[in-house]
């Protein structure tokens, strides 16, 4: 067997997600355990403070060291699962994204989660600091996963776009028989603005299976400000975060605070699956597979398919591959951390804009 575990917590920032995958048939990667350990309010509300410029570099070290306590716990959870003749080769942690920002003059991303102490605590190999090789060589640094995506999920026969929903959404799109992924991007917002909205006015973190969305209407006039927004129209390589769509964002759309809230809702969630089908590749017939915390909101799965009603466009989930949507970005880093000890790149240029394949991330030993 070839165990790694992956560690991931995305732009939800509701917990740190940890899987532990068998990388040993080649282009495969089967789930052997998972383990999700979830992040304190107190935590999470530092990390919020910093991802929106507010904090002391005294927080920002806690933060680290805080995080990287977090992501060694489920590290040491999910290594408890694996099979009793299994080693476990090394850890692949992406961290808690705080600031993402690939434009301007000196493009940087920060992810907090101090790899040392996950490496101390759970004495395996660790890699992380994936993103700032490939910035650093002129990419996005984002999105990383669509070489997984290819590696695990492309097919000789049938044209596949994956698409991550979480708080931002990403697509992959893989040609049949492509030799890499052909495009990957950032579509704009998954879950994040739904997420924001349902906290403010349900104060509840998200609105489950979209059923407060299905009870709104749709606000067309609304939608089409939102639609407006320079970043959709911007050609690939490009990436995003809650630095743009976030609160700040919404509120400054006109009309927002004079409709009721449900169908603020309805749009939001009318905006995430408007954005991703704009965005699909062109080619028919096309499969695609959905993951992320957004293949759980029912009426969102289903809005993806009447907006394709009359195409020959299949969309389902990641599941129907093998792998539950929930664990995929975990898992990719996992495989992203067995090319960096393979000595092999982990990125796409064609998707970051970098101006060559790298291999990524840094390696702190057990």
Request: hydrophobic letters at 45%; one cysteine or more; aromatic letters at 6%.
């Amino acid at each position: 067997m070839a165990l790694y575990i992956g560690l991931m917590s995305g732009t939800s920032m509701d917990g740190v997600d940890a899987a532990l995958v068998d990388l040993t048939e080649a282009g495969g990667a089967s789930l052997i355990a998972t383990h999700t350990e979830p992040i304190s309010p107190s935590l999470l509300k530092t990390i919020i403070g910093l991802s929106q410029n507010l904090g002391t570099p005294d927080d920002l070290g806690h933060c680290d060291r805080q995080l990287g306590e977090l992501f060694a716990k489920a590290a040491q959870a999910v290594s408890l699962k694996k099979p009793a003749d299994g080693s476990i080769r090394a850890i692949g942690s992406h961290g808690q994204t705080v600031r993402h920002q690939p434009g301007g003059a000196a493009p940087f991303t920060l992810q907090l989660g101090d790899p040392n102490v996950i490496a101390e605590r759970t004495g395996i190999i660790t890699v992380a600091d994936f993103r700032r090789r490939d910035m650093a060589a002129g990419g996005q640094g984002a999105p990383l996963v669509p070489a997984f995506h290819h590696a695990v999920f492309s097919s000789d026969s049938q044209n596949r776009a994956l698409i991550n929903i979480g708080g931002i959404a990403n697509i992959s799109w893989l040609p049949a028989g492509s030799d890499a992924a052909a495009g990957g991007f950032d579509t704009g917002p998954g879950n994040a603005l739904m997420d924001h909205w349902a906290q403010r006015h349900l104060g509840i973190p998200y609105d489950d299976s979209g059923n407060w969305a299905a009870s709104g209407r749709l606000l067309p006039d609304l939608l089409e400000q939102m639609l407006a927004e320079p970043y959709f129209s911007q050609p690939f390589p490009k990436s995003t975060g809650k630095e743009l769509f976030n609160g700040d964002w919404l509120d400054a759309i006109p009309g927002v605070d004079m409709a009721e809230p449900a169908d603020i809702q309805r749009t939001l969630l009318e905006l995430t699956a408007v954005t991703i089908i704009q965005q699909l590749p062109p080619t028919r017939p096309l499969a695609i597979y959905v993951c992320g915390g957004g293949a759980k909101n029912v009426t969102l799965m289903a809005r993806l398919q009447e907006l394709l009603t009359g195409e020959a466009v299949h969309v389902d989930t990641t599941s129907a591959l093998g792998i539950d949507p929930q664990w995929v970005e975990a898992a990719a880093f996992a495989w992203l951390a067995s090319q960096t000890l393979a000595g092999l790149p982990g990125n796409v240029p064609a998707v970051t804009g970098a101006s060559g394949p790298r291999i990524l991330g840094a390696i702190y030993p057990a």
